[in-house]
């Protein structure tokens, strides 16, 4: 009867493993192009996450607070026809201490409307944002051990930015860190007044909000994204919010860190030989 039980009982775990695979495997999607082609480094997995929580927004979002104006668009209407591009308004963090009523509802959904998520297309913080504007400045690296860097190419048109840019090149090749104190190291690097150099340009996790500047920006999301962004910041509105119009130049597969002393689930069960 015992051999009985231990069987059901392992029976039970594979299954809810394979459920949870499963399931995991649904979440990824992203897009393309994905996969271990990718410059740089090998894939550690196929594709990028995708969180299933969150409800991807649409390219331009043309109703509410965090609409761009019809001028903004009509201005990027021949980049919005790219897929892979998309035009966004940011708020300050430090706006929704001075919203209406009514605006607080709206912008609680998405943190204040002060970060942005490339990979899952959302304001939302929590959901791998790459980007976050506060006091006049646009940032990188949010959480944990996520890590991202960016520069000022100044007034280069966003169109003619592409990966066979002799200034993007070096940091499209970029691995990310697979160990903790990697991550760790390389943040303290990007951080540093020195910053880190690409092909001539320095990056940092900060800069200042430059109007009519193209910005490159990569940012590594631990087991999310990682995504190279080209950007441009078009302008600053009356109400400390600013337009960006932007196109991915590569989401590349999900980064994968690894932990020191991982958790023997196989051993806390009595599975292990």
Known sequence: MKKIFAALNLSVVVSGLCMTTLAQAEM???VPPYGPTHVGYEAMYDRPF???????????????TLAPSVDDRTAFATLLKDKHAGLIRLLPREALERATKQAKKELFKSAGGAFFSFANRTHANGYGSDIGFAHNNLSVGFRGFDYGMLTNLGNAPLEQITLSDTRVR???????????????????????????????????NQLPVQENSTYLLRSIVYRKSDVLVAFRLVRKDTDG???IAWKLLQQYPTPKLERPGKWDWLGKLGLRE
């Open 241 to 243: 919010s600013v337009i």
């Open 50 to 64: 995708r969180s299933p929580y969150v409800p991807r927004e649409p390219r331009v979002i043309k109703k509410g």
């Open 170 to 204: 070096a940091i499209a090749a970029l691995r990310p860190s697979h160990s903790q104190s990697e991550a760790q190291s390389e943040y303290r690097r990007i951080k540093s007044t020195e910053g880190l150099t690409f092909d001539g340009s320095v990056y940092r």
């Open 28 to 30: 990824h999607g992203g």
